[in-house]
């Protein structure tokens, strides 16, 4: 029994399309242009290849985020925290070595003298330096400066740190900063360090991106 012309393309097509399929992956597309039937194939190969570079894009980008959204992760690990910056001031602050500017309000020239640290208390953003030493009028006095972080706007400085911002004085008075002087500038290069990163993490105004 003969076969009709019409079963015999559909069975040409049928051979055409399983021979388009078998083409290696890289000289897809040059093979498929030189084989007839294969029109179908390249358009999808094309498509595929179009997804694929969407696709890598993509991915891409998302990488990015990831490692971006890691940052302050990495900053963790390393052992940098709020918490850490407030331990290392207690543990390099108290040993005698420090000090920190005192004017006393009471003094009509406003006299500056230093305080010796022997005591540092910190919660949160807060840091309350504690210290004694001799007034203007050469009486021995203990003195305290708190610093709220949140609200400092600027760290400066190596063995004498400028801290600029408010901060509060015994008295109850609000001074625009505190000067710490350290032994060296090496161990001043350090402390200034932690009083700006707790100035950074602490900012109020640093959700705002500016």
């Not at 097509?13 to 597309?29: M, T, Y």
């Not at 009486?139 to 760290?155: E, G, L």
Request: net charge positive.
């Amino acid at each position: 029994m003969g076969t009709s012309p019409t079963s015999q393309r559909n069975r040409n097509e049928q051979i055409h399309q399983s021979d388009c399929s078998s083409f290696p992956v890289r000289p897809a597309r040059r093979a498929l242009r030189n084989s007839p039937g294969c029109s179908g194939h390249l358009a999808i190969l094309r498509r595929t290849g179009a997804a694929m570079k969407i696709a890598r894009s993509w991915i891409a980008g998302l990488a990015w985020m990831t490692a971006l959204a890691a940052a302050p992760v990495a900053s963790a690990q390393n052992g940098q925290t709020v918490a850490s910056a407030h331990e290392f001031l207690r543990m390099v602050l108290v040993r005698g070595t420090a000090e920190f500017n005192v004017v006393d309000n009471r003094n009509t020239n406003w006299t500056r003298s230093y305080a010796t640290i022997h005591r540092i208390e910190s919660i949160g953003c807060s840091t309350t330096i504690y210290g004694a030493g001799l007034g203007p009028d050469g009486v021995r006095r203990t003195y305290s400066r708190r610093i709220d972080w949140s609200r400092v706007s600027s760290v400066g400085g190596r063995r004498e740190i400028w801290v600029a911002g408010a901060v509060h004085a015994t008295d109850g008075a609000v001074l625009d900063g505190v000067t710490v002087s350290t032994e060296s500038d090496a161990i001043g290069v350090r402390i200034a360090a932690a009083m700006e990163f707790l100035r950074s993490n602490c900012d109020s105004t640093g959700g705002t991106g500016f």
